[in-house]
């Protein structure tokens, strides 16, 4: 194996995949029973039962690499936990290892103040609370994060807000506390990438309102709770400001990158998930005198299925080693490589399951729709493909940029 796992992360990996078979799995019905019936503006009681169970199983922030907070691991050795974690909607919430959580609790404890880790990351890191990232806006293409419009003016001893953000995940969540508003402070630097700031916001701030959630192929709540939200001169402390102004873009840079990899993590462990559904469906479904397992085309199928799914794990494992080695922004082009190839790869093998399965398959009933809702929605969410496609390009093009 050409990244083996040490055997800490083994024990973790049994550990979690032991607590996957015991409570993640058999509760998943409920689940999504839950965010049909309570809707995307109230907290899902299976998942707050849930949490104590995996916290006191210490399956707790696996996420926070080089941190006394989490289990300090590697990118690398979180990899194959965040992809059993990926095979259920319901599970990296439990664990606390959901977006946009993690990131923002990786931006508070890389670049907030101690007073910000007191308020905001210890209540996060404890899952108490949950949080938000407002950064895309509806009237600019936000794929060119350089045309956010939102302002955040300093005013004496605060700034002030104003701006409209969508696809602001977990703001209809009733635990959401805490916002990390991206903006510009600076609209006429001619440096564009140095315009932009980042703020926290509390959510109780007067001037925020949370105008509606946004459905993803319908769904409200699960596989995203996405939210528009509205500030009107909304005033929060200059001790706010992260990092200080024009350091928006550096952030979002350090934030982005472990974003995006997780993403393609459990995106890992969904298609894997699906594959096995799959498998079985075409097994024990007979059609035309014989299982659907036998036709040549479904062979083909599962064949595919397989060996885009390890491409996408040795890929995705060699960003995750990267990252670790020579850092992020040095990581850039496997980051983006991956971004690319797994949500693609995920897209294929679900829409492959979604007809082994026939009718059933466009239905709610196997979990397949909301799999290829979240799978679809990371085609855009964190730059869409194109974006990704063109930086590759780009990288590539600049090794024979003397030739």
Not at 15 to 29: A, G, K, S, T, W
Not at 210 to 235: H, I
Request: net charge neutral; proline share 6%.
């Amino acid at each position: 194996m050409l990244f083996p796992m040490s055997p800490k992360v083994v024990e973790l990996k049994r550990r979690l995949e032991n607590f996957m078979d015991r409570h993640i799995y058999p509760n998943e019905v409920r689940f999504y029973r839950e965010a049909e019936e309570l809707g995307p503006w109230k907290g899902y009681p299976v998942v707050e039962e849930l949490k104590p169970l995996a916290r006191a199983e210490g399956l707790w922030n696996l996420f926070l690499p080089e941190s006394s907070h989490g289990a300090g691991l590697t990118n690398l050795e979180y990899a194959p936990l965040c992809e059993v974690m990926g095979r259920s909607h319901l599970a990296p919430e439990v664990f606390n290892c959901s977006a946009p959580d993690t990131g923002n609790m990786e931006v508070l404890e890389r670049y907030g103040t101690e007073a910000d880790k007191d308020r905001w990351l210890k209540p996060l890191l404890a899952g108490e609370i949950r949080s938000c990232f407002a950064m895309t806006e509806p009237a600019v293409a936000s794929s060119d994060a350089t045309n956010i419009e939102s302002s955040i003016v300093r005013d004496g001893d605060h700034y002030v807000i104003n701006g409209r953000k969508w696809y602001t995940t977990n703001a209809t969540d009733p635990r959401c506390k805490i916002c990390i508003f991206m903006g510009k402070t600076d609209p006429d630097n001619p440096d564009r990438h140095k315009q932009q700031s980042m703020i926290l916001v509390p959510m109780d701030t007067p001037g925020i309102e949370v105008k509606r959630p946004l459905p993803v192929f319908g769904f409200y709540g699960v596989p995203d709770r996405a939210s528009e939200v509205v500030f009107t001169n909304v005033r929060v402390p200059k001790e706010n400001i992260l990092l200080g102004e024009g350091r928006g873009f550096e952030i979002a840079q350090g934030r982005l990158g472990p974003g995006r990899i997780h993403h393609c993590m459990r995106l890992i462990g969904l298609a894997e998930r699906t594959l096995e559904k799959m498998c079985r469906r075409v097994r024990s479904w007979v059609a035309f005198g014989k299982p659907v397992s036998e036709q040549t085309v479904t062979q083909e199928r599962i064949a595919e299925a397989r060996i885009m799914i390890e491409q996408a794990r040795l890929l995705t494992l060699n960003a995750a080693y990267a990252m670790d080695t020579v850092g992020n922004k040095v990581a850039k082009a496997e980051i983006a490589m991956i971004k690319v190839a797994v949500p693609n790869m995920a897209c294929q093998i679900i829409d492959w399951a979604i007809q082994a399965h026939g009718g059933g398959g466009t239905s709610n009933d196997f979990g397949l729709t909301q799999a290829y809702a979240t799978a679809r929605l990371l085609r855009l969410a964190d730059g869409p493909d194109e974006v990704h496609r063109n930086q590759i390009a780009r990288f590539e093009l600049k090794k024979y940029s003397n030739a």
